[in-house]
């Protein structure tokens, strides 16, 4: 799902920005405080929902809404907005949904559950690792039956599609020890478990495994990291990076 966002105060898209991100960890998103920058994006990129403050400097939220509706008849338009005075002329234009401020994940979920125009996902895997490493299948957060196994995807995710042989896949994820045959064998368990856990939900394909070494296919999924390194004012950092891997802060370091 992609989602626009555009409020002209800042600590206000802020908080928007948190909401959804709650309310839809996997959704992309792209936020501005400039509604005319939203209206240049959806003109290269059309989005699934937009939500916009009605009262905004420059363009107006239901002038914006009505040049999104141009662009793409299926848009769903949620404003956001501490006044109800505008509903009347929200709902005119077909609006998806309408938030009164205070804004919360809650709210936020629950017009996504909602939306006039249901927005119809095809399998999309996605990998957050600002903050702690997670991974998604169709919006629902993977389980792994090992610590270790999620932390060996992690580390593949890290190193981007770059093959890791199983002698530094080992090292990182007991950090000491000689890569003797236990070790070897903990391995070889750790990624079976792996693959099993990812086939369970549809995303063994995101996982490569060789005799000799392992690595992700980064076409298969979707990553904030590789959007932030590919654009990075359009992906937000805050300065969290695979919070619960000692060696994420070496990557964490270069981020900043």
């Known amino acids: 799902m992609i989602i626009y966002a555009a409020e002209d105060e800042y600590i206000s898209l802020l908080t928007l920005e948190n909401a959804i991100r709650e309310a839809k960890p996997d959704a992309y998103l792209e936020c501005f405080e400039d509604p005319i920058q939203l209206l240049t994006r959806a003109r290269q990129k059309c989005c699934d929902v937009a939500f916009m403050d009605i009262n905004m400097p420059g363009m107006r939220g239901l002038e ?138 549809g995303a063994q394909r995101i996982f490569v495994r060789t005799p000799t070494d392992y690595s992700v296919n980064t076409k298969e999924f979707d990553c904030d990291l590789y959007r932030y390194l590919a654009n990075p004012k359009q992906e937000p950092y805050y300065g969290e990076y695979m919070e619960q891997y000692s060696w994420g802060e070496v990557v964490k370091g270069n981020l900043k």
């Open 64 to 201: 914006l809404a009505s040049a999104l509706i141009a662009l793409n008849k299926n848009v769903n338009i949620i404003f956001v907005t501490g006044y109800d005075e505008y509903a009347l002329d929200a709902y005119k234009l077909w609006a998806s949904g309408y938030v009164l401020k205070p804004i919360s994940g809650q709210k936020i979920a629950e017009q996504l559950k909602n939306l006039r125009n249901p927005v119809v996902e095809s399998s999309k895997i996605v990998a957050r690792t600002f903050g702690n490493f997670t991974l998604f299948m169709n919006g629902e957060a993977v389980h792994f039956s090992r610590s270790k196994s999620k932390e060996l995807l992690a580390y593949l995710v890290d190193r981007q599609g770059a093959n890791v042989t199983r002698r530094e896949a080992a090292a990182i994820l007991w950090e000491d020890g000689d890569f003797d045959r236990n070790q070897q064998k903990q391995l070889t368990l750790i990624a079976t478990a792996l693959e099993k856990d990812l086939a369970t939900v």
